[in-house]
């Protein structure tokens, strides 16, 4: 019977109830592998116009991690969206935040978040933070083929681990390498600036409140410099996304929450002579 076959009796495919390993990724690859990412591939000697996403920042403080994204896409010198989600809950204690080619990383991003909940299914526990990273170091190398082609996923990866009950981060490149990062860091065209303004703001202790004007802070600097970041919307109140990951799991800040810190952000600038949003 080939993985296509459809069985008269109603029963799933065998594909479905044969022994194999804990990786859905894995599965799909062999049942169905024009479903992955990875299997989309341009004409040789063409090019794609896409939308793509930066800024991605995370920093840890006294207790856990965050991670925030501005909310621009951009197309060339056009902006595609002002308001794009690029920071994703992966299951209950980690997030994913994607800078690149947008369709591709939100798709990736969802098959991610399908791998660690099959996981969790069928070994009944939750994969351990540093599986889940290279979970995902290894899907970013499987769209290597795409990467070459100018549709690359450079995602940043932030979780809270249960085992030694601190925040951690971790950066990819596209071939699939996994770095951890330590205190703080930043992906995408605006990282550079972003990453000046973490060195400068960013200090051991930090507690919740003080992480997130930090990363506000940050992606502010980031928007500044890099057209491809958006900058706070007071107007249509278009705030980062930033999740927030400890002991109880991933929570995302809302938009009432974040106001009143974005707020405080741009009136200290406009204070300091550095203009407003």
């Given at each position: 019977m080939s993985a296509g076959d459809v069985r008269d009796d109603g029963r799933l495919p065998l594909e479905f109830t044969r022994t194999g390993s804990s990786s859905f990724s894995e599965f799909l690859s062999h049942y169905a592998p024009q479903l992955m990412p990875s299997a989309r591939t341009l004409p040789p000697g063409t090019t794609l116009e896409a939308p793509h996403g930066t800024t991605i920042v995370a920093v840890t403080f006294d207790g856990g991690v965050l991670i925030a994204g501005d909310r621009r896409a951009t197309m060339g010198n056009l902006i595609a969206n002002h308001d794009m989600t690029k920071v994703y809950a992966a299951d209950e204690y980690s997030a994913v935040g994607i800078a690149g080619t947008a369709g591709v990383a939100i798709e990736l991003v969802r098959l991610f978040q399908v791998e660690l909940e099959h996981y969790e299914k069928i070994e009944g526990a939750l994969?351990?933070?540093?599986?889940?990273?290279?979970?995902?170091?290894?899907?970013?190398?499987?769209?290597?083929?795409?990467?070459?082609?100018?549709?690359?996923?450079?995602?940043?990866?932030?979780?809270?681990?249960?085992?030694?009950?601190?925040?951690?981060?971790?950066?990819?490149?596209?071939?699939?390498?996994?770095?951890?990062?330590?205190?703080?860091?930043?992906?995408?065209?605006?990282?550079?600036?972003?990453?000046?303004?973490?060195?400068?703001?960013?200090?051991?202790?930090?507690?919740?409140?003080?992480?997130?004007?930090?990363?506000?802070?940050?992606?502010?600097d980031a928007a500044d410099d890099d057209s491809a970041t958006g900058g706070p919307d007071l107007g249509r109140r278009i705030f980062p996304t930033l999740a927030v990951l400890d002991l109880n799991g991933v929570r995302f800040l809302t938009t009432d929450q974040l106001e009143s810190v974005v707020e405080d952000v741009v009136g200290a600038r406009r204070a300091q002579g550095g203009g407003g949003a």
């Amino acid at each position: 019977m080939s993985a296509g076959d459809v069985r008269d009796d109603g029963r799933l495919p065998l594909e479905f109830t044969r022994t194999g390993s804990s990786s859905f990724s894995e599965f799909l690859s062999h049942y169905a592998p024009q479903l992955m990412p990875s299997a989309r591939t341009l004409p040789p000697g063409t090019t794609l116009e896409a939308p793509h996403g930066t800024t991605i920042v995370a920093v840890t403080f006294d207790g856990g991690v965050l991670i925030a994204g501005d909310r621009r896409a951009t197309m060339g010198n056009l902006i595609a969206n002002h308001d794009m989600t690029k920071v994703y809950a992966a299951d209950e204690y980690s997030a994913v935040g994607i800078a690149g080619t947008a369709g591709v990383a939100i798709e990736l991003v969802r098959l991610f978040q399908v791998e660690l909940e099959h996981y969790e299914k069928i070994e009944g526990a939750l994969l351990s933070l540093d599986g889940k990273a290279n979970r995902l170091a290894s899907m970013i190398r499987g769209n290597l083929g795409m990467a070459m082609q100018g549709l690359s996923v450079v995602p940043l990866f932030a979780g809270f681990d249960l085992d030694t009950s601190v925040g951690r981060i971790f950066s990819y490149d596209v071939t699939g390498g996994c770095y951890e990062e330590h205190d703080h860091h930043s992906v995408g065209s605006g990282s550079l600036f972003a990453r000046g303004a973490l060195k400068k703001l960013w200090r051991p202790g930090l507690d919740e409140a003080d992480a997130v004007r930090v990363t506000v802070e940050a992606l502010y600097d980031a928007a500044d410099d890099d057209s491809a970041t958006g900058g706070p919307d007071l107007g249509r109140r278009i705030f980062p996304t930033l999740a927030v990951l400890d002991l109880n799991g991933v929570r995302f800040l809302t938009t009432d929450q974040l106001e009143s810190v974005v707020e405080d952000v741009v009136g200290a600038r406009r204070a300091q002579g550095g203009g407003g949003a």
